[in-house]
Nanobody, 119 residues
């Protein structure tokens, strides 16, 4: 059973920083794409960033220049470094992993970690 576990969320003041982690239970070589999503209160889940198995990274426009995705293959962990946080970044942040499955691909999800940006 593949598991993704996010951590690192919390309360931070505007302008502050947090680093989220997403630990996977499988080897990175088994994952095609890893993604960060977020869901703000009362809003739909939105894609924040994607990282392919070739380390190609795509960022959503509103977080470009503030958030950085990286990973440590030895730890099977992906990170989201969030700087210059704004109140509108408040959301539950989820990571996902796209892996080969029967008939195509599966996107698996973690349980999410809450980020609250407030003074």
């Amino acid at each position: 059973q593949v598991q993704l576990v996010e951590s690192g969320g919390g309360l931070v003041q505007p302008g502050g920083s947090l680093r989220l982690s997403c630990a996977a239970s499988i080897s990175p070589s088994s994952i095609n794409i890893m993604r960060w999503y977020r869901q703000a209160p009362g809003k739909e889940r939105e894609l924040v960033a994607s990282m392919s198995s070739f380390d190609q990274i795509v960022y959503e426009d509103s977080i470009k220049g503030r958030f950085t995705v990286s990973r440590d293959n030895a730890k099977k962990t992906m990170y989201l470094q969030m700087n210059s946080l704004k109140s509108e970044d408040t959301a539950v942040y989820y990571c996902s992993a796209v892996i080969p499955g029967e008939g195509g691909y599966l996107e698996l999800w973690g349980q999410g970690t809450l980020v609250t940006v407030s003074s």
